[in-house]
């Protein structure tokens, strides 16, 4: 599945990945997330953190892997996963690996990860189906150059077709104001456990279903979505 683009475009436009790519996916995702106040927080051990993030978004990009909702740019530099409308992050075989692999990969530590997981869950909207963005990264080598603005523009296309609204968590705070460039308003916030960071939710009202209606023109001076 590819967005649909004028014939000049196509070459160039998003794809759903197959199963082949998740691995691109998530290298993506550990190097976007690597410093990030969230998960950082979550995972505090430098050493430790990317193969911990390889084990942890392996298991979450495979659950949302179940729709055709995970995207990579046509460069391969950004990648957006999306849950649809009455989906699950994960399968119910999926969740009950959870506990276990986080227990064996952090002892004690598991603790603080599972709440984070509880506190993201219990944020999410219910009563109104949507578009849920998980996670949306740019490879670290990529940034500054508009890769994953342009892939949350495009994949908004897809919510904007079914005349959907759209969720996400900003596990950065600086992107607060990236992601209402593109429609999204601040929700609520959410505190973490164990005196952790803050977390801000956005929602998004579909708009006219067209790319220009949802792609606003890119600011170079803007940073990338970071992650």
Known sequence: MTIEKASGERARAPRVVGPDELDRVVEILVGAFFDDPTWAWALPDPRLRREQYRLLWRLIVEGAARYPSVWLNAEETATAVWIPPGGTDMSVEQE???????????????????????????????GQEHYYLTLLGTDPHHRGKGAGLRLLADTLQVADDAAMPAYLEASNPVNVALYARYGFRVRSTFGLPEDGPDVPTMWREPRRSSTSATQPTLDPSMPDVAP
């Open 96 to 126: 009950a690996m959870v506990e276990p692999l986080l227990t064996e990969m952090l002892g004690d530590g598991a603790a603080r990860v599972l709440g984070t997981f509880k506190a993201f869950a219990e944020a999410r909207p219910v």
